[in-house]
């Protein structure tokens, strides 16, 4: 069929009206397109006084051009992914690997973005050398040199840096609920203080945040963490250790999420903001290996999560930050962790592999509109 008043061209009817706009707006397509497009979740974060940002990884971020545009474009916050983790950052005891997150920084400064460093002290991606060089004599000397030196090199440019990373697992059995770890064997529980003092003598402008997972679900498991974790947090207050915030992974999962509860999220929050700390979303992803391998259906669970969750976290006015654990299904960890059965790819954040915005993405823009300013 034929439009009365119109063309075909190949498959394509077009009424005239849609030819004369067209013609009359090609000259401005470009700038129309750039007028129309939305904005990035940077915008809406900002409206709220919130920052939004992702785990960037290395050397993607130098070497992918798009992945660099979108990640300007979505985010004004950046934590790289591993590379200022113990190891990759100081993969000997005399060396150190600065340029990854210097490139970061720079890429950070010219974008108008704050970053974040992620992690001083964790049991995991630890030096190579350790075993080999460290012991209960000498460990406080290379902590606080390594903390001083890696702190020390960013100092007043970070927005945050994440001091210890998950040093609680109840599973290990002391009553303090501290994992037992090189650390604590080395140091004891000590080993926090001194992270956060070294950390505030090299960076005194950074908001020293603890850093945990598994705490995110009505559950008995994470109840008990959760109290280990508010443990920590005052005793760590009560001795006056500098520390300013605390983040929360919320590595979720559309399975798990099951056992979410919207006042168990809202009660610890409280709790930890009564400590007089700030709260961070450090490492948000939703993983998707139990939903169907439609897409639709999907990014349809997959958005729900983010946006029940992000929706009661910023309730919370101590929430100032939001990170998602990587940016694009093209780069996130979880395609190895998540492996589903059939083959096909993790569709966990909030932009697809080919950097289009997912119902994820839409979700995290509207849980941002949602929080009181
Ligand atoms: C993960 C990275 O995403 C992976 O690339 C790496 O192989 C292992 O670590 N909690 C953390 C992050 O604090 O540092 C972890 O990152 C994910 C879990």
């Known amino acids: 069929m034929r439009f009365e008043s119109g063309y075909t061209i190949g498959m394509h009817k077009f009424s005239r009206r849609t030819i004369f706009r067209t013609a009359f707006a090609f000259p401005f397509a470009g700038l129309l397109s750039a007028q129309s497009s939305e904005p990035g979740l940077r ?17 993607v971020l130098r070497d992918d051009a798009d992945y660099a545009k979108h990640f300007a474009e979505e985010c004004n916050l950046l934590v790289p992914e591993n590379v200022l983790k113990m190891g990759p950052v100081h993969p000997e005891p005399e060396r150190y690997n600065f340029e990854p997150a210097d490139y970061m920084m720079e890429f950070c400064k010219k974008n108008d973005m704050r970053m974040r460093g992620h992690t001083l002290v964790w049991h995991s991606q630890g030096w190579p050398w350790l075993k080999t060089t460290v012991n209960a004599t000498n460990a406080r000397k290379y902590l606080e040199e390594h903390i001083a030196t890696v702190a ?14 998950e040093a609680v697992e109840v599973a290990d059995g002391r009553e303090d609920g501290l994992r037992k770890t090189a650390w604590l064997e080395f140091l004891g529980p000590e080993y926090l203080d001194i992270a956060f003092h070294a950390a505030a003598a090299a960076d005194p402008q950074a908001k020293l945040t603890y850093n945990d997972y598994g705490l ?16 920590l947090l005052r005793g760590l207050k009560d001795r006056k250790a500098p520390i300013h915030a605390f983040g929360m992974q919320a590595h979720l999962d559309w399975k798990a ?37 439609d897409e639709a259906e999907r990014d349809k669970g997959v ?4 946006e029940d969750y992000l929706t009661v976290a910023l309730e919370e006015p101590a929430v100032k930050a939001v990170l998602t654990w990587g940016l694009t299904d093209r780069y996130t960890w979880l395609a190895g962790r998540n492996r589903r059965p059939s ?14 915005r997912k119902p994820a993405w839409h979700a995290i823009a509207r849980a941002f509109e949602s929080r009181k300013a």
Do not use: C
């Not at 090199?153 to 210890?164: F, I, K, L, N, P």
């Not at 958005?303 to 983010?306: E, G, R």
């Open 303 to 306: 958005a729900k999560v983010y």
């Open 43 to 59: 915008a809406y974060a900002a409206k709220k006084k919130l920052l939004y940002g992702a785990a960037a990884g290395w050397p």
């Open 152 to 165: 020390g090199r960013y100092r007043g440019q970070m927005h945050s840096w994440d001091v210890v990373n």
């Open 216 to 231: 995110d679900y009505d559950t008995p498991g994470n109840e008990k963490k959760r109290d280990a974790v508010l443990r």
């Open 257 to 293: 999420f099951q056992n979410f509860k919207a006042e168990t999220l809202r009660r610890f929050f409280r709790d930890v903001a009564s400590l007089g700390l700030e709260i961070y979303i450090t490492e948000l992803d939703v993983g998707d290996r139990d939903l169907p391998d």
């Open 343 to 356: 083959g096909a790819g993790a569709r966990v954040l909030p932009l697809d592999r080919e950097y289009k």
